[in-house]
């Protein structure tokens, strides 16, 4: 006892010593803000405002399945809540949340004061016994011999390493491995140290076509406002319409982190992924431990890296400081502490479920909606297994219910300040397939965008988990889970019944699939079949794995691919980025008063609150609040008022409507940006500058560099300005007597077809063939009508016959694209664009115009030879487009639209003029 009490001793001083020097680091970057490079002063920021606090719920008991290495995923679910729970506390007392960052020395400082003291006690939770403590810190450890009983675990094939005990009773825990060690801990670890390297060199992903520049100008506005819910974030004039409630408690943090490393926000976000990476990798793995020791956990944490969002070259992982990506992590270690307390029910393993879940709401109150899912699932299915009510389905009830009770204040609070589904954008239906009439799921080509061709796995093992999981909530978790996930979004009622308040949220449930964990579970089940099992009884194992290869190969490819050479990923991010025009937003913050509004494109004010926190007139698309009813309308209210051919009238209504101070026009883009309703090309950049130069009193150039001009609006002068608009170019009047007498069109128009809307009079190429490779120019012609304001779409469709087919019409599709991949050649090819380049909307076209509407497209080269029908089709369609069940299974599917010309594509051959 003597001995036991002289090692806790030591123990305690060197956690004692650890804390200090936390603290003394934190004073330290207080007093010298910045004086660390970005990168090492985010990681030290983010260590001392919210792992070093996470850290003591660790120390008090709530230790992770898989022990201290796995300690820094939990630390950092229970520092989000410690922190958040301290933002509020500022917001109750009217504070600047920004005191925090000298506050929390105090707050740590008297939580680990009570962690060091309550140690210095030593206790015995009441009826645990000795084996569920570890020598660190006595923590359950909760997880499962790491071979579980090959009849009820593994796909058929496997064999039996260790069979269970038959005394263990249904559902309690069988003997237990208490830490990761070994050669599967190195490779866990470097999995951890491959996503921060991966994570480090590219960063936070800040394109234009990514949320960050959102989330960056929201944590910019918090630093120099000290309020951690604002509502003018981007807009100055909002008001309540500003409340978001994707902004919640993390981005105060984040920006807390900001401040107290003195480091731009911007920076901050770039390189907070570095750290949050690895953590991911570790709460990843912590649920694969649970189901098959520390070979599932190293195989989960590598999984999570290759297969995260369907590839280590995609975006999705180094995504990990957004608040969907935080909450996700967050959401796979509550899952991984419930089970545990199923397994070896403990009082600290269910607090730490609570903490963990407190932390993942704090990030996002998205993830209320999938732990009420998951956890009602996963209840359902140990029912089902018990055969009733029984204490693993009462243990799991009473740990949902307190994790209920626990985040239910803060829910009703943010559901009260900021939910009001108003943004016509956010809540249109969209990314859904309709099945009939009324009746729509899900698009089920969710499962490829996230899931990619794993999503397979799902069903074909569900099975064998289905039967492993009578005895393990782990297992099980892998089958209710999914499940619970098809259940809604492919079921017409509930998507009818969540569409209008959830919008395209209803979309990212898919992220819910614990991917990485069925990998943990079948990896290395398999290979312990194909290494115990008699020759003859290994071929199902070995095909098993042979087909995860093959369905992995592609991933595996780009995971090399983007270790090896990051460099060609970063330029291609950085083309789509505001890096292009990085110098004018650094001037714009250096030489603009604050609070001025700037009037620009869409992608420019997309990136004007993030690099200089001044204020904008409109955001990109969906990017603005989901209670922000004047989305739409401040898009078009921009494209209005920047428009070369408009009135003045209608640019000053818009300068008085949201109190414009300066516009900004920027040609750097390196192609078109592809937006939704309207976006700047250089024919538009080049007709407006030269009509506000042209106006200098009113239009003062501040900062002009050939392709981006910024001016100052003097609106007396504005008020000044009078005179017809320009003639519009590619707009042609129709004469009185050839419009008709009716809106139905002349009766030898190319494209009738959707009464109500504009239609095709006339369609030219500048070739009648070409080769593969080639760009045609062509011109559609468009007779006008009035239409309402929408996400207008023009498909230009190239369709050839292909050789040798036969079939049902209703197999044509998928029928097409086998043979397409088997020949490596393409029968069809489409060109989608914005009508008349955006600049003149669909909704200002009138009967008695014709609009002018050109657009170039590349030939693939991998096109096959042939004639073309080409055909034509203008839609309205959401940023994320519904399908029919048909347009699965028909060739004449959503973007058939009328044929209006031929092309002949030609290998080898000159092309011929037309």
């Known amino acids: 006892m003597a001995e036991a009490a002289r090692e806790e001793a030591i123990r305690r001083g060197r956690m004692a010593a650890l804390v200090g020097a936390g603290l003394a680091a934190q004073a330290l970057m207080l007093a010298a803000p910045g004086a660390l490079p970005p990168a090492l002063g985010v990681a030290f920021a983010s260590a001392v405002l919210v792992l070093l606090p996470g850290y003591a719920f660790v120390a008090l008991g709530a230790m992770p399945p898989g022990g201290a290495w796995l300690a820094p995923g939990w630390a950092l679910g229970f520092g989000v809540a410690w922190l958040g729970f301290w933002v509020l506390v500022t917001r109750a007392l009217h504070l600047p949340f920004t005191v925090l960052t000298w506050w929390s020395l105090v707050t740590t400082t008297a939580l680990w004061a009570f962690v060091i003291g309550r140690r210095s006690r030593p206790s015995a939770p009441r009826g645990a016994p000795e084996e569920r403590r570890s020598q660190d810190g006595g923590a359950a450890t909760g997880c499962s011999e790491p071979e579980q009983d090959a009849e009820a675990s593994v796909p058929r094939g496997a064999t039996r390493s260790m069979s269970a005990s038959p005394s263990v009773p249904r559902g309690a825990p069988r003997p237990m491995s208490a830490a990761m060690t070994g050669a599967s801990l190195i490779a866990l670890l470097l999995a951890a140290v491959v996503g921060a390297w991966h994570a480090g060199r590219l960063g936070a992903p800040l394109g234009l076509h990514t949320d960050s520049p959102d989330h960056i100008g929201t944590i910019r506005r918090m630093v120099a406002s000290g309020d951690a819910f604002p509502r003018d974030a981007f807009f100055k004039d909002a008001g309540a319409a500003g409340a978001d409630p994707r902004k919640g408690l993390w981005h105060a943090e984040v920006a807390l982190i ?68 935080v909450g996700d992590q967050l959401a796979l270690a509550t899952a991984a502490a419930v089970i545990a307390d199923l397994r070896a029910p403990d009082r600290r393993m269910r607090l730490a479920a609570v903490g963990l879940a407190l932390g ?45 009770a626990a985040g239910l204040p803060y829910l009703l609070w943010r559901a009260g300040a900021s939910y009001a589904p108003n943004n016509i954008i956010h809540t249109a239906p969209q990314g859904l397939m309709e099945l009939f009439g009324d009746a729509r799921i899900v698009s089920p080509g969710v499962l490829w965008d996230w899931l990619g061709a794993w999503w397979i796995l799902f069903p074909i093992a569900a099975p064998w988990l289905a039967r492993a999981g009578r005895r393990d909530p782990a297992a099980l978790y892998l089958v209710t889970t999914p499940l619970a996930v098809a259940l809604v979004i492919f079921d017409p009622p509930a998507v009818g019944a969540l569409v209008p308040r959830l919008g395209f949220l209803l979309m990212r449930m898919v992220w819910m699939m614990p991917l990485s964990a069925l990998f943990a579970w079948l990896l290395p089940g398999l290979l312990a079949a194909l290494r115990d099992r008699a020759p003859r009884a290994r071929v199902a194992p070995a095909l098993a794995l042979a087909g ?55 992608a420019t004010s997309y990136s004007i609150p993030m690099a200089t926190g001044l204020y904008v007139a409109t955001l990109v698309d969906q990017h603005s609040s989901p209670d922000d009813s004047l989305a739409l309308t401040r898009i078009l209210d921009a494209r209005d008022a920047l428009d070369p051919w408009g009135t003045w009238s209608r640019l000053r209504e ?26 700047p090309r250089h024919d538009w950049f080049t007709a407006t500058r030269a009509r506000f130069d042209a106006a200098p009193a009113a ?121 397409e991949r088997a020949r490596g050649e393409r029968y069809r090819f489409r060109e989608d664009h914005l009508p008349a380049g955006g600049a003149y909307g669909v909704d200002l076209w009138r009967w008695s115009e014709a609009v002018g509407d050109s657009f170039a497209v590349v030939v693939p080269r991998d096109a096959a030879p042939g004639r073309y029908g080409v055909r034509v089709r203008l839609m309205a369609q959401p940023h994320y487009p519904n399908y029919r069940i048909s347009d699965y299974f028909f060739d004449d599917d959503y973007y058939s639209g009328r044929r209006v010309a031929w092309l002949d594509v030609r290998r080898g051959a000159a092309p011929g003029g037309m």
């Not at 009716?742 to 095709?760: I, K, M, N």
């Not at 030219?764 to 779409?793: F, N």
């Open 258 to 325: 900001a401040k107290l490393a003195g480091a731009d926000p911007l920076d901050t976000w770039r390189w907070l992924p570095t750290v949050l990476v690895p953590l991911f990798v570790l709460n990843a793995a912590a649920l694969g431990f649970l189901l098959r020791g520390p070979p599932g956990a190293a195989v989960a944490g590598w999984a999570l890296l290759v297969t995260y969002g369907g590839s280590l070259a995609s975006q999705f992982l180094r995504e990990a400081v957004f608040a969907t990506k």
């Open 360 to 404: 993942a709401l704090a990030a996002h109150v998205y993830y209320a909606i999938p732990f009420a899912m998951t956890l009602t699932a996963l209840g359902a299915g140990l029912a089902i297994a018990d055969r009733g009510w029984s204490g693993r389905v009462a243990r799991l009830a009473g740990t949902a219910l307190a994790i209920g």
């Open 548 to 602: 995860i290869v093959w369905l992995s190969w592609p991933a595996l490819h780009d995971a090399a691919d983007v270790l090896a050479h990051p460099a060609p990923y970063a330029a291609r991010e950085s083309a789509l980025g505001a890096a292009r025009w990085s110098d004018a937003l650094a001037w714009m913050r250096a030489h603009l008063p604050a609070g001025t509004v700037v009037l620009a494109d869409p």
């Open 654 to 679: 818009v300068v008085s409507r949201y109190r414009v101070d300066a516009i900004a026009l920027n040609d750097r883009f390196a192609a078109p940006p592809p937006l939704d309703y309207w976006t």
């Open 699 to 819: 239009f003062e150039p501040v900062y002009d560099r050939g392709d981006f001009v910024v001016y100052r609006l003097h609106r007396a002068a504005l008020d000044t300005l009078s005179g017809a608009p320009p003639r519009r170019r590619r707009v042609w009047a129709i004469p009185a007597e050839a419009r008709g007498d009716t809106l139905a069109g002349p009766r030898d128009a190319l494209d009738e077809s959707l009464p109500g809307q504009p239609f095709v009079t006339g369609f030219t190429m500048d070739r009648a063939a070409a080769r593969p490779g080639d760009t045609l120019h062509a011109v559609i012609t468009w007779r006008g009508r009035a239409t309402p304001p929408a996400s207008w779409q023009v498909a230009v469709r190239f369709d050839t016959a292909v050789p040798g087919t036969s079939g049902p019409r209703w197999l044509a599709k998928p029928i097409r694209k086998l043979i």
